[in-house]
Structure formats: C-alpha cells, structure tokens
C-alpha cells in the first residue's frame, strides 16, 4: 500500500500545479457569474455546470495520469521499481479519483456559495446526490482507467465515453420499444429505487464495474511487454 | 559441434559464488524467439552482453526484471544464501540502467531519490550521498537541466544505492560525447572496486566500453548465445594475423582451415582471425609466424566481427 501511496502522491505533485489553478480559475468564475444572473434559470442552468465539472474533468485527468506517462516513456520507471502492476494501478487509480474529488469539492464549494447568497435557490448537491455521483465517477474513472491500459490515448478516450452513450442509446431504445408496446417500466423503477436493497445494489453494481476494470487493466499489463505497452 | 556453442551452453569456468542464473529461459514472440537460454552472472563478474540489434539482448534484459511473460524458463537471483524468485523481488536485489535515460524531468534529484528510496526496504541514503558526491551531482539540481552524462550518472546512483547484487546497464554509454563517456567507465571502474561482490551485465554496441570494463563475454546472435567465455581466455585462444605480402599458394589453405573464423585481404596484408588452435592450428601459426607473419591476441571487436561476418553455426 505504501509504494501504491507514493505513486499517487508522486501523480499529485506533477499534476497538481495546473489542475489546482485551472480548477480555482474555473470555480473563481462560475462562482461569482450566477450572482448578477437575474435569471433563476440561467442561475440554476449555471449552478448545475458548476456541480457537473467533474464530468469535463474526467477526460482530461486519466489523460494526464497515464497517456502522459507513456508518452514520455515514464512508465518504464514505474515497472522497472519493485512495484506490482496491482500497486501501480492503485495508485494511478487513486490519484485520478483524488483530482476528479478535488475539482467536485470545488464545485461544491461553488454550489454552497450560491446557496448562502442567491435567492430561491434550492439544494443541488443533496447527499444521496453526492454519494451517487462520487460511486459512478469511481466507476467511470476504472473504465476509463482500463481504456487507458489497452489502448491509445485517442481511442482510450473514445472508448469510455463512447460505451456510456450507447448505453444511454440503448435504454432509450428499450424504454421506447416498451412503451411502443404499451408496457411502462416507470412503476417498476420507481418501485425498485424506493426499495431499501437499491442502495445496495447500487453500490455492489459500481464495485462490480471498479473492480473488473482493474483486474483488467492489471492482467493486461501482466501479460504485455512493458515496451508495448501503451500504459 | 562448434566448440564456441560449447562454451556458450557450458560458460566460463568460475570459482565465485553465482548471483544470477537464468535458465532455460524462452520467451517467443511472432518474429523472434530467446529459446532455452542459459546464462549466469558470478559475484564480481562483469558480463559484457553483445549482439546485432534484435538479437535479444533488451528482451534478456526484460526478462530478468520480470517485464515480459517468460514462455518458459526462470530467472534466479541468490542473495543471503537464498534463492529470490518472482519479479517484484528481483527488482527489489536489481539495480537498472535503461539505455534512455528515463527520469521524471520535473523532479529535481533530491525529489527523485526520494521517490526511488520509497520503493526498496534496502535504500542506503549515505551511499546515494556518497555516489552523488562522486558524480559531482548536486541534490538541488533540476534533471531536467541535467546533461546526458549526468542523466546517466544519476541512473547510476538510482540503481545502486539500494544495493543490489546486480547491475543491469542497458547500453550505458549510448548517446554520449567521447569525454562523456570515459569519465563514466572510469566510474563504473571505480564502483567496481568499491563493490568487489557486484555482478554487472552490459549490454552494449560499443565494443570498446566492453572491451574496458566486461571480464567475461557473451555474444548473441538471433536470440541464441552463441559464445559465453572469460574475456581473456577468449583473447588468448583467438588470434589475428597480419600477413604483409603473401605466399598465394597458402592464401586458400589458409581461408579454408577450420580454425579460420574470419578473413580479408587489403593493400597486400592478409589478415586473419584464428580460432583455439588445436596442434595443427598451431604449426600453422608457427609457420606463418616463421614466414613473417605477426600473431597478437584478438580484441574482443575482432572476434565479435570475425563470427558475426561468418554467421558461424551455433
């Protein structure tokens, strides 16, 4: 656990500089913008990026983390150190989480801002909100990290993204072929996400994803020749 | 059988204790195998690892830290009377020169020795001290301002301040200016004898670093080793000869003897490049040296040329 720590610090320390000052620059401004928005919609519209950075921010993190890496050949320090492909990975994964949660926190700095000093606003970041939010951009981030493990930088970025929104495609797709068909799924959702085992099953469905992205990424890098690699 | 392939399955003869020993080792790939190789490096030994590009010397290298999936085979290491398998341990007994002299260029060298001192149990912050003061390297210096040399010489101190048993140098000299480079083997000359029990194996294209620094020699060819011999029982059982002006009759004779591993004719000199010569070899030498002839021990580029030009069978 040590060593997977010092990769991740390490990933903080060369990383942070421009992330800390592009995520201050880009909070410092969202923050005061909404205040002379009359607009409670433009307000809302507004407040709502501000909470949703981190979505943008999951491009570019794994990006510098891993793509970086390998296009400077830095990743062969890393795998010639006696550090497991497991540690490395942690460590990475554990960085990437850490600057997503650095950027989210800034937001919700923003959104608490706006709550104290706008008026008619109501609560964008409710807990169950926060914590759903930070399980799928644990989730996210391990696919995202995995496509980085096998792929290019281009397609590594392509890849999560593109899966999320056939999967977005292919729930809209089955909702409407149902619906065509007179069958609502809505009572059935709304019935299961009232039910106290959501929760659970939410959060062993994202452990689930978390944990097959990394064993993935893990045995690929295992099974490769470190010079091939495209980690 | 060819007498060097002999010698490469067999090795030099060693009275040192082993710390390294890769055996059967095979690892395949779609255009290229390293089949059932063989090799291990002596306490104190310096293993000068030669070969084309391609031959297998990076994925030998590669294999002994465990970054690439063995097909077969295993990499031994022995340290404190046992025997260290498994990549993460060999790493931890290893000290690694990579020929590109990769760093994290935005550290500064008292940063990156931090960052290498937390991945080994072995780390001794006085010799990386001690090491930096001999390389003339100061902690607060940026690396990315660090010149090639210095690159390498801060590898250098990466590589042996957690005391490995063995030195990996992946093309160490590569890249660098001539003055450059002299001042590194002297180092290297000088880790040797501060750290007489240190087993060191060199890759290099440069045959003269080998030549300086290897007491032993193995040269590969298509990811066999071909021959694997101390360097100088290889030098004394392989001569050249410089032969001003000729007997014609005995030019043909010559190049077709068994013993010819390599062979051209310049400006009137014959030269000759003998292997281990057996009675008949050596009447022969005598002739020739009868005739003029003059008869000095091979170089080590000489013999690596000689067999590489031959493509002699393994």
Redesign the interface.
Known sequence: MKKAFRVFFKDLQEHSGPYGLLASVIVGMLTILPLYQPNYLTARIQLEFVFNLNLITLMAIPHWLLAREKEKKTILILRTLPISARQMLLGKFLAAFAMSEGIYLASLVSSFFMLKFALHMEMVATPSRVVFLNLALLAFLSVVLASFTRFTPRIAVIVPFGCLLLLVLAWISIKKHLNSRGISIEPALTSLMNSSLFPLMAVLCFILVVVTAFRLSERYIEAHHAADLVL | MDKGAAQAREGPANSMATALRINGLTKRYQDFALENFNLSLQEGSCVGLIGENGAGK?TLI?SI?G???LDGGQVQLFGGGSIIEGS??I??HVG?V?E?Q?????MTIR?TIK??S???RSWDLQRSTQLLRLFHLTENQKVAHLSKGMKVKLLLVLALSHQPSVLLLDEPTGGLDPLAKDELIDYLEQIRKDQPRLAILISSHILSDIEVLATEIAILREGRLILWDQKEVLRRSHKVIHWHSPETSMVGRLIAAPFVIGSAYENGILKLLVSVPGAEGQRTLEELAGKGAQVVDATVGEIYLGLMRHKIRP
């Open positions: 990076s590669k830290l970054l690439v999936r993460d341990l790493r931890e690694y990579p590109d990769i760093l994290y260029e935005w940063q960052f290498y937390a991945f080994y």
